[in-house]
């Protein structure tokens, strides 16, 4: 695979001049942060234990800035691990090398050093987020990321910016008693499952459901008749989430920081790396003053086990009597866990706004046609007894088209950059290498098998590519929330059982469909969704349950450049951090 040519210096020069300026263009503002990451002592259900954390905070520290705007931040190790963080929304135009996945786009940063990232900004608008992305330090390591209209703009669902009163970030989380580190180092030993948490949290609590959680439950202070705009973010490592408020109604009106035609509804359906935007009317006169939020696991696989309980925090009419403040808060009739019904029809509610100021501009005609199935799977046990602690004394393992990615030693992007041979495979390939009842194989252990890869699918510029994500029930089926770096995507069409490629694109939403980084592929089920090749660079794209991406379900996207100064990656920074 030839890597990106090299030009002559004085033309190397006059590109970094040309991406300068464009950059200035593209970027408005200047926002600067320190962060510093480091282990910090907490204590959740009784317990005291110590989390790697940014500034101390948990969740960490919230970023805001205007669309289009040009963020700078400064990540110093203070802990005694590796680590990289991820923009998690941002395309980050021409700029792959701050995108932050270990040794996707580069090395991690290591204990006692530091790496500034430049975050461009471009079309992001609404709710985005940032987390670690090495093993499984997202747990303490994430924070939102809020991205307000530009200057002399304003929202597309008030009439008014003064109309909301106030917004709050809520973060659903995990909280794990143990050493989440200890849990991933025994998986890559045994070949195990990665135990759940121990509790669900919101804003870092889990809320008095939870053993010596009512102290410190996260508390929202509203006044009668105001609206409030909540940037609800799934932060977790492995749940699907239903989210609600007693007693009041969700407007959604963003996802993954684009802009969604309203719809109101009670229960919110938010998978792992989504976030969704809704607005919450205060009651002019409100039966209580005290209601609870409240979050659970929505449990698409109802063979699998899970976190049964349910976080909660409290929303509290500050102008209410005291006697009404102290009442005992009102909880809301959350679904059952395993309710498909309800999270596959909230799924359908999403639909882009397709405005005058929010257009929407769907592909037509596709150059790359891509089938990509979605698997647990196992490999074989290489302990010394070799018996692991997978199905049948196997390794778990996960697969994209029963390719199970592994992490090779060099980033892949600077493989790419400097063509250097043996790091990736470039032949991931556009079809499952086997065809099959993909959502009925009868319990079959001939489909278990996959095999350790480095493949990854190489993209012309300006190539127009859809992907069908078909769900299989090798070992179970179940959903995926499956996210692609440097692109939102047009979610064109979905549906239960196997992808008919006759008649299922009729079908298909071209008019207004969501336009996602994370989308949740159904269990048993399929997704089709569409963007153009227009960034180049190299794209991690895996499920964003963070088990299943440590057992494989991943891959990249390489796009190559183009022809013009504009549709090519800026140079390489300086300090980049060593492997």
Not at 198 to 212: E, K, L, R, S
Not at 264 to 278: L, R
Not at 419 to 430: A, C, H, K, L, R
């Amino acid at each position: 695979m030839a890597g990106v040519a090299k030009m002559p210096a004085m033309l190397w020069l006059l590109a970094a001049v040309f991406m300068l300026g464009a950059a200035v263009g593209l970027a408005e503002g200047h926002n600067y942060y320190d962060f510093f990451v480091k282990e910090t002592s907490y204590s959740r259900l009784c317990k005291n234990k110590t989390l790697l954390t940014v500034n101390g905070q948990f969740p960490g520290p919230t970023i805001t800035a205007r669309k289009g705007e040009r963020v700078i931040v400064n990540v110093h190790n203070q802990g005694d691990k590796n680590i990289t963080i991820h923009w998690h929304g941002v395309d980050q135009p021409r700029n792959p090398w701050y995108d932050g996945p270990e040794f996707i786009t580069q090395c991690p940063i290591q204990p006692g050093t530091n790496f500034t990232y430049e975050i461009l900004l471009s079309e992001e608008e609404g709710t985005i987020w940032w987390h670690a992305h090495s093993g499984l330090d997202r747990a303490g390591v994430h924070g939102a990321f809020i991205v307000h209209p530009k200057n002399g703009t304003d929202y597309p669902f008030v009439k008014n910016y003064t109309v909301l009163h106030k917004e709050i970030p809520i973060i659903l989380g995990e909280w794990w008693s143990t050493d989440l580190n200890l849990q991933l180092e025994e998986y890559l030993k045994t070949g195990g499952e990665i135990h759940n948490s121990n509790a669900h949290t919101i804003n870092g609590q889990p809320g008095d459901m939870y053993p010596c959680g009512r102290k410190d439950t996260f508390n929202v202070g509203v006044q009668r008749g105001k609206t409030y705009l909540l940037r609800i973010i799934n932060a977790g490592l492995d749940g699907d989430m239903f989210f609600g408020v007693a007693g009041h109604k969700l407007t959604v009106v963003g996802t993954d920081g684009r802009y969604l035609k309203p719809f109101t509804v009670e229960t919110i359906m938010i998978s792992p790396g989504q976030t969704m935007d809704a607005l919450l009317e205060a009651k002019s006169s409100p039966s209580s003053g005290r209601y609870y939020m409240a979050s659970k696991t929505y449990l698409s696989n109802p063979q699998l086990a899970y976190q049964n309980g349910t976080a909660t925090a409290i929303l509290e009419y500050k102008d209410m009597p005291l006697a009404a403040r102290r009442a005992t808060p009102v909880l809301p009739n959350l679904q059952n866990n395993t309710d498909d019904a309800v999270a596959i029809g909230y799924t359908a509610q999403l639909r882009s706004l397709a405005s005058k100021e929010h257009p929407v501009k769907v592909p037509t005609e596709v150059d790359e046609h891509m089938l990509i199935t979605l698997a647990i799977n196992t490999l074989p046990c290489t302990t010394g007894n070799g018996t692991c602690d997978g199905p049948g004394g196997t390794r778990l393992a996960a697969s994209l088209n029963n390719a199970s990615f592994e992490d090779p030693h060099v980033d892949i992007l600077d493989a790419y950059y400097y063509s250097i041979q043996g790091v990736y495979e470039p032949d991931f390939p556009n079809i499952p290498p086997f065809l099959f009842n993909f959502t009925n194989t009868n319990g079959s252990r001939s489909y278990w098998p996959t095999k350790r890869s480095t493949k990854v699918k190489v993209l012309e510029y300006g190539a127009v590519v859809e992907i069908v994500f078909q769900d299989t029930d090798i070992l179970g089926a179940e959903n995926h929330p499956m996210h692609l770096h440097g692109y939102a995507f047009y979610v064109v069409g979905r549906g239960l059982g196997v992808f008919n490629k006759t008649t299922d694109p009729a079908t298909y939403n071209l008019v207004d469909p969501p336009y996602q980084n994370t989308v949740t592929v159904p269990k048993a089920g399929w997704v089709a969704m569409r963007f153009k090749a227009t960034n180049p660079g190299v794209w991690f794209m895996h499920c964003h349950f963070d088990r299943h991406t440590v057992f494989g379900m991943s891959t990249s996207f390489i796009v190559k450049q183009g022809e013009t100064l504009e549709s090519k990656m800026r140079p390489r920074p300086t300090n980049m951090p060593k492997c």
